[in-house]
């Protein structure tokens, strides 16, 4: 028999955004070049819009095959508004039905749990425990830093538990995998040595615009040849801040801003941007049709609240470099999307919550076309480079299996039971 494997992620397809597209592909990955059988305990599909998909709606438990993978569904709750309390009842209810009805499936070779789903970590954790085989988190982010930085009523005490439990589910994994070493001492903070640490960055995991004509692309979706269109694509919550977008459109009326996706905050943001008439909010794209959404924009932007040095790197930031245009990042400088908007050449830094630096920055790229061009082409060749599927995988296909090295004699015994 071949090996096991279980992956636990709160978020996996046919979620779009976030987390659920790396957990899939991570999957499905091991499942089709190892030939592996692959578990994923997963919740319902509900991000970014914080609302159950309809398909899922009368569903406790569900079992699918996906490419390959068998995924194990439990039912939790969905918060439509966050507050601390609310997160809280999520991620408990997570971790309850988790515990009560662990996947069906033979003993796993190996653990693995996409971090920040604290119930996930937790889960994870306690199946590789109980089965005496290796755990191996990948932090996407942490959660005590996002709930201290996020605006989230409680956040503070909210912050303080769950950096309790990160370090109680990180200090006891195999190896940890980070996206970004700007994530290495907040790890080694809770108690991880620096020795069982690896850097596992993110891929772009979407492919490139099909190479269809920017201009019918604008058309289909009214944008008008002659205005200068920033794009934000993602999701909507408050750690983003997009009321900076609204407000750039205000000290700017020559620009559109179109705000692309769904999330807490989107109802707040309509209302705000009703008496703007160079502001667009859309639903999310279809996946065929994502990379040429992105690549019609003139500018895609990325922002964080001015309190927020988040050391994580949106996903969104992969797939913009991927999309080969310029991208403006409003965010605090010394955090992961900085320092990845810098090494990648792509882009340009303004200040978090200041309209007009933002707005002035897309003035400056729309009056230059040809370093517009040339940011966009050094994104994309750093995607190329750096963010390739291939090479994303391969770094976590390594990560595990360092840790079943580590495990010794009885890890190998088990995997060729």
Not at 3 to 14: C, F, G, H, I
Not at 50 to 76: I, T
Not at 243 to 251: N, T, Y
Not at 263 to 286: C, T
């Amino acid at each position: 028999m071949g090996e096991r494997l279980l992956l636990v992620s709160t978020n996996y397809a046919p979620e779009q955004a976030g987390i659920g597209p790396y957990a899939t592909q991570i999957a499905e990955h091991l499942a089709a070049e190892r030939h592996a059988e692959v578990h994923v305990l997963a919740g319902m599909p509900h991000y970014p819009a914080w609302r159950l998909d309809p398909a899922y709606r009368h569903k406790w438990r569900a079992m699918e095959q996906r490419s390959g993978v068998l995924v194990h569904r439990r039912r939790h709750t969905v918060p439509g508004r966050q507050t601390a309390a609310r997160r809280a009842l999520y991620e408990g209810s997570i971790l309850v039905h988790g515990l009560l009805a662990p996947p069906r499936m033979a003993r796993p070779h190996a653990v693995l749990a996409q971090v920040p789903s604290l119930a996930g970590g937790v889960l994870a954790a306690r199946l590789a425990r109980r089965h005496h085989v290796p755990y191996l988190p990948i932090v996407q982010d942490l959660m005590g830093a996002a709930a201290a930085q996020s605006g989230i009523s409680g956040g503070g005490r909210a912050a303080s538990a769950a950096a309790a439990v990160e370090r109680r589910m990180l200090r006891g994994a195999t190896l940890v995998g980070v996206i970004h070493d700007s994530f290495r001492d907040r790890v080694r903070a809770l108690g991880v040595p620096g020795d069982r640490i690896r850097l596992v960055p993110n891929w772009s995991h979407v492919h490139g615009p099909s190479g269809a004509l920017r201009e019918a692309v604008r058309a289909r979706l009214g944008w008008p040849p002659n205005r200068t269109v920033l794009l934000h694509s993602g999701n909507m919550g408050l750690k983003q801040g997009l009321e900076v977008l609204i407000e750039a459109a205000r000290h700017a009326p020559e620009l559109s801003v179109v705000l692309m996706g769904d999330g807490s905050q989107r109802p707040r943001l309509a209302e705000l941007a009703a008496g703007v008439p160079g502001v667009e909010l859309l639903p999310p794209a279809a996946e065929k049709d994502f990379p040429d959404v992105l690549a019609a924009a003139d500018v895609l932007v990325v922002t964080q609240r001015a309190a927020v040095l988040d050391m994580s790197v949106p996903s969104k930031l992969t797939s913009y470099f991927r999309a080969g245009r310029p991208v403006i990042a409003s965010v605090a400088e010394g955090g992961g999307t900085a320092a990845e908007v810098i090494r990648s050449g792509g882009g340009r830094l303004v200040a978090p919550e200041d309209p007009a630096a933002l707005a002035a920055a897309a003035r400056a790229l729309a009056a230059d076309p040809a370093t517009a061009d040339a940011l966009g082409a050094a994104g994309a060749e750093y995607a190329r480079v750096h963010l390739s599927r291939d090479a994303g995988l391969g770094r976590v296909t390594a990560l595990l299996d360092e840790a079943l090295a580590l495990a010794g004699p009885a890890a190998g015994k088990r995997r060729g039971a």
